[in-house]
T-cell receptor
Framework: GQQLNQSPQSMFIQEGEDVSMNCTSS?????WLWYKQDPGEGPVLLIA?????ELTSNGRLTAQFGTTRKDSFLNISASIPSDVGIYFC?????????FGTGTSLTVIP | DSGVTQTPKHLITATGQRVTLRCSPR?????VYWYQQSLDQGLQFLIQ???????AKGNILERFSAQQFPDLHSELNLSSLELGDSALYFC??????????????FGEGSWLTVV
């Protein structure tokens, strides 16, 4: 199935730094979703975006639905150690949800 | 808590055996999805059901099958298990299929180890 291009693949940052990651697709999506997954656990929904251009925040997290409907961005401000994990984007097209390959985030105290 | 319940959380079984994974979707969700995630890998879509009917198939092996029951819970059956089937299996659910504004929620997963 289709997979989204998610970058970067991994990030190593200092505590307190801001983080940016993005997803791109060759297809137009109706919905963009961002998840965080801790090892051995299920992905947890962070932010859902439903309209092109929409900008939504959840605490220190901010995500945007790209105006072309083919991309989305996630920013984390002032990172803390508990932000460590794998972040996945997902796009909905028709019946299906397509997932990015994940961004592994390591926060160095 | 996403509202999606999966059982069992962990199981260990021998090659050649058969196991059944169970999923209860969020209240009101009609669509159930199954995903496989191997170590350090992304989410591989297996199959989707909507209101009891198969809606979409992904990379699901012929040894695997699934169904969704009238009460909307779903089961994933894995048979003739091989070492390579060891993985986390996730169930996810969403309200409607193909509608704008849809969101998908994941269970905590069933960790299968084949020895």
């Amino acid at each position: 199935g289709q997979q989204l291009n998610q970058s970067p693949q991994s990030m190593f940052i200092q505590e307190g730094e801001d983080v940016s990651m993005n997803c791109t697709s060759s297809s137009i999506f109706n919905t963009w979703l961002w998840y965080k997954q801790d090892p051995g656990e299920g992905p947890v929904l962070l932010i859902a975006l439903y309209k092109a251009g929409e900008l939504t925040s959840n605490g220190r997290l901010t995500a945007q639905f790209g105006t072309t409907r083919k991309d989305s961005f996630l920013n984390i401000s002032a990172s803390i150690p508990s932000d460590v994990g794998i972040y996945f984007c997902a796009g909905q097209g028709g019946n299906q949800f397509y997932f990015g390959t994940g961004t592994s985030l390591t926060v160095i105290p | 808590d996403s509202g999606v319940t999966q059982t069992p959380k962990h199981l260990i079984t021998a090659t050649g055996q058969r196991v059944t994974l169970r999923c209860s979707p969020r209240s009101g969700d009609l669509s159930v999805y199954w995903y496989q995630q191997s170590l350090d890998q992304g989410l591989q879509f297996l199959i989707q059901y909507y209101n009891g009917e198969e809606r979409a198939k992904g990379n699901i092996l012929e040894r695997f099958s699934a169904q969704q029951f009238p009460d909307l819970h779903s089961e994933l059956n894995l048979s003739s298990l091989e070492l390579g089937d060891s993985a986390l299996y996730f169930c996810a659910s969403s309200v409607l299929s193909g509608t704008r504004g849809n969101t998908i929620y994941f269970g905590e997963g069933s960790w299968l180890t084949v020895v």
